[in-house]
């Protein structure tokens, strides 16, 4: 993706798989994306452990997310893609 992001986004975005089965049964999820002012973040999420740091740049963003049951409508709604 192309699509842009804040730190915080990020982590509501990972926040939502913990809290909300909406989404299926998320067992992982990582990837590396643009954020707004520039960086790069790149982000891991397990049950209950969203990981968000920043990191080197890659040529377009990448979001990977792994489980059972995945909805991926919500979830490209999710990310804003």
């Given at each position: 993706?192309?699509?842009?992001?804040?730190?915080?986004?990020?982590t509501?975005?990972?926040?939502?798989?913990?809290?909300?089965?909406?989404?299926?049964?998320?067992?992982?999820?990582?990837?590396?994306?643009?954020?707004?002012?520039?960086?790069?973040?790149?982000?891991?999420?397990?049950?209950?452990?969203?990981?968000?740091?920043?990191?080197?740049?890659i040529?377009?963003?990448?979001?990977?997310?792994?489980?059972?049951?995945l909805?991926?409508?919500?979830?490209?709604?999710?990310?804003?893609?």
């Open positions: 993706t192309t699509k842009k992001y804040t730190e915080d986004e990020i509501s975005i990972l926040t939502a798989f913990v809290d909300d089965a909406t989404y299926g049964t998320v067992l992982r999820a990582k990837g590396i994306v643009p954020a707004a002012d520039g960086k790069w973040i790149h982000f891991d999420y397990v049950p209950g452990e969203p990981d968000v740091r920043f990191g080197s740049a040529v377009t963003g990448r979001i990977c997310v792994i489980g059972s049951s909805d991926e409508e919500k979830i490209k709604k999710l990310f804003g893609v």
